[in-house]
């Protein structure tokens, strides 16, 4: 096991946002076009230092990330298998193919060895490019080729190097997107430091560098930045085609580096059909949306291979339906509140019902069922019956798809951040029911307007999109653990931006009699810098004593394990074990696999399920049988697996195997009744004991505190 040991001015900062008004009284002295000059030029001070201040948080987050790395495992001192085995399950396994590509003796032998593969899985060839998102790796191994950059940087730091400076993008995107939203530059500012002050929380690039998040989630926060400026309001029509374009290839570079994308945007999909039913989005512009999504994830599975995962996704069928019920639904959005309540319901169960009709309409001709764990898991989690499936339990059993421990609402807390967020929230989704109530009404009468005027605000697209973004995603962070990236890093710029937001400040005023323009000028700007100074006085000590900590990479018997199978077994070896470990064989060693973290395919999960039998309660007999089915020559026994404390009964790998097999577990506690005890000992502890009934089939090779490595008999 891995362990670490010690070693201001109002106008200047405005962005402009909508168009100019007409002049009023204009004089012939020439004086209102002097100070339309004069603004101007301080606009394009304002926006100038802004972005200034952007690329240069930007690239001080991701040196700061860099460093926190080069701390933690002193990357710089340790040897190349170290490094190697630092990238963790299937971390290790997505920068294999980066190294292998390197390795190869031309781009075209490597993308030939990645199209035909078979050693990723034994006895079977796989199209990795087809199965699994590797592009950028592919990508990256051809720029480090063809760039005179060899002899000054291994291949290794230009692939974390790469990470990192996407950090910078992703907080470039972060700090814009708030302050697009905000109108000023100090809203960014403020969103940023909330991003590296929450940083547990906010990401995990560090210590999980190749994970396929760490590439997707910058171009997700690139997307959502030119969503927010396509959806403002009086935008020109160039602006908006280029808008459009930079949303299209976000979108892609999205789809492209992320196997969970289509869930993503199928999300970000719900909310423009929400907000569009409500009539809080410019129809035409959540229709390029819809269309963008599914242009950008069909690309991305031409570039797969025709993935037909990609192609029964909900999303295609989500944006389909939609599209299509449009044209079915005339005039949905005319008519009295109850007229347009019955529409709406309508349009509703439409969308609905052609969107699994159509799924599984896909479905059925693709015979499709790669993704039905995902489902099945689901439909466990939120309580809709219980199950025996051995993948749905593996997951549920797993922290980081389990609910979001409450004690990350506390570290948030700590920096003010979730206060405000809770804040800003409540104060932007009032506004939001008012403004979803009158649009459906029709209430435009002058009665109405100046009833709400006072105690109200117009919610603008930009602002409706984002409140519904967070909501969504918050509520999948709330689910799932694992998810909380998407939502904590969004979190920043919806705290930042209403914190600093003239509308937010303007309604809280108005309700309280209390409005000037001054008054509300002064707020904006004070509370934001006094909570920076918070935040700096509070942090900046701690984060100056995380960065002059120093640690070193420690995991001999994991480096032991690598080096004695490089040194004793054959290139052509395939090796069984626990798919975690398998990933770092196949980056250290090379060494052909029999399964490995990349669940997402039928075939490779009923394989890991019998590969795994190594830990359940079977005979020696049945377990050679299933390794020589897959035609393995080595198998690898884990002591952390065997013998696990980490879950508790239930949860437990063994437990897992012992239930989808209809056995009794192990220790004190209840079991169902329908369970039986198994005919035979737990194969794990009992082939330690040496007995004939294994040693004619296992033969112990390796053997060190955490491993066992049994070499297979080969029977006529």
Not at 553 to 577: Q, R
Request: glycine share 4%; hydrophobic share 45%; charged share 20%.
């Amino acid at each position: 096991m891995t362990t670490i040991r010690q070693r201001r001015v109002e106008k200047g900062t405005e962005v402009a946002e909508d168009q100019p008004s007409e002049e009023k009284n204009v004089k012939p002295d020439g004086k209102i076009l002097s100070d339309h000059t004069g603004g101007k030029l301080w606009n394009i001070l304002s926006v100038t230092v802004g972005g200034i201040v952007a690329i240069s948080l930007g690239l001080l987050t991701s040196v700061y990330v860099a460093t926190l790395h080069e701390n933690d495992l002193w990357f710089s001192n340790i040897k190349e298998v170290e490094r190697e085995i630092s990238f963790r399950t299937e971390c290790g396994l997505y920068y294999s193919y980066y190294k292998q590509m390197i390795q190869a003796a031309s781009i075209q032998q490597g993308l030939h060895g990645l199209v035909y593969d078979n050693k990723t899985e034994s006895v079977r060839t796989i199209n990795i490019l087809e199965r699994m998102n590797v592009y950028q790796e592919v990508f990256l191994s051809i720029l480090y080729r063809i760039l005179p950059i060899q002899q000054y940087l291994e291949p290794v730091y230009f692939y974390i190097y790469t990470l990192f400076g996407l950090q910078a993008v992703y907080v470039i995107a972060l700090y814009v997107t708030s302050w697009l939203l905000s109108g000023t530059w100090l809203s960014g500012l403020l969103a940023a430091c909330w991003y590296v002050t929450n940083r547990i929380d906010t990401t995990r690039v560090e210590f999980t560098i190749p994970l396929r998040e760490n590439w997707a989630l910058p171009f997700f926060a690139v997307q959502i930045a030119a969503i927010t400026y396509l959806l403002r309001t009086h935008l020109q029509p160039v602006r908006e085609r280029w808008t459009l374009t930079a949303v299209f290839i976000a979108t892609f570079l999205f789809s492209l580096t992320w196997q969970f994308n289509q869930f993503m945007m199928l999300i970000q999909a719900l909310a423009l059909f929400i907000l569009d039913c409500f009539d809080m989005l410019p129809t035409a512009k959540v229709t390029w949306l819809y269309i963008i999504q599914i242009s950008g994830l069909l690309l991305v599975c031409v570039l797969q291979f025709f993935n037909s995962m990609i192609l029964g996704s909900l999303l295609i069928s989500f944006n389909a339906s939609v599209l299509i019920a449009r044209t079915i639904q005339k005039n949905l959005k005319k008519g009295s509140l109850l007229n347009r309540l019955g529409k709406l319901i309508l349009h509703v169960l439409l969308v609905l019902c052609l969107t699994l009709l159509i799924n599984k309409f896909i479905k059925k001709i693709l015979n499709l069922e790669s993704d039905e764990h995902i489902f099945k898991f689901l439909k466990a989690k939120f309580g809709f019956g219980a199950t025996r499936d051995f993948d749905a339990n593996l997951y549920l059993c797993e922290e980081a798809f389990g609910l979001l421990p409450l004690n990350t609402f506390s570290r948030l807390s700590d920096t003010l951040l979730f206060y405000v967020y809770v804040f800003v929230l409540f104060l932007m989704t009032v506004a939001a029911v008012i403004v979803a109530f009158r649009n459906l009404s029709g209430s435009n009468q002058v009665q109405f307007m100046e009833k709400m005027e006072e105690c109200t605000i117009t919610l603008k697209p930009d602002a409706a999109y984002n409140l519904m973004h967070t909501v969504l995603f918050g509520c999948l962070a709330l689910s799932t653990m694992r998810m909380k990236y998407l939502w904590t890093s969004h979190m920043c710029v919806f705290a930042s931006f209403g914190l600093c937001s003239t509308e937010v400040w303007k309604l809280i005023l108005k309700c309280i009699h209390l409005y000037t323009s001054q008054r509300t000028h002064v707020i904006k700007y004070s509370i934001p810098i006094i909570t920076l100074l918070y935040i700096s006085y509070k942090f900046w000590p701690g984060i100056m004593d995380e960065l002059s900590e120093l640690r070193e990479f420690y995991d001999p018997d994991t480096v032991e394990l690598m080096n004695w199978i490089k040194s004793n077994t054959p290139n052509t070896a395939v090796f069984a074990g626990s798919m975690q470990l398998l990933a770092g064989v196949k980056l250290c060693t090379g060494r052909t696999l029999t399964n490995h973290p990349h669940y997402e395919d039928k075939n490779l999960r009923e394989r890991t399920k019998q590969i795994y039998q190594i830990y359940a309660k079977r005979s020696p007999e049945d377990v050679y049988r299933i390794l020589r089915s897959f035609g393995t020559d080595y198998v690898i026994l884990e002591d952390s697996i065997c013998y696990e404390r980490r879950h508790s009964r239930g949860c437990r790998l063994r437990d897992l195997l012992d239930v989808a097999n209809g056995h009794i577990m192990d220790g004190l506690g209840e079991n169902e009744p329908d369970l039986k005890p198994s005919l035979y000992p737990r194969f794990c502890e009992e082939i330690k004991k040496n007995l004939p009934s294994y040693t004619i089939h296992f033969t112990r090779v390796f053997q060190n505190k955490t491993f066992h490595v049994y070499k297979l008999a080969k029977h006529k």
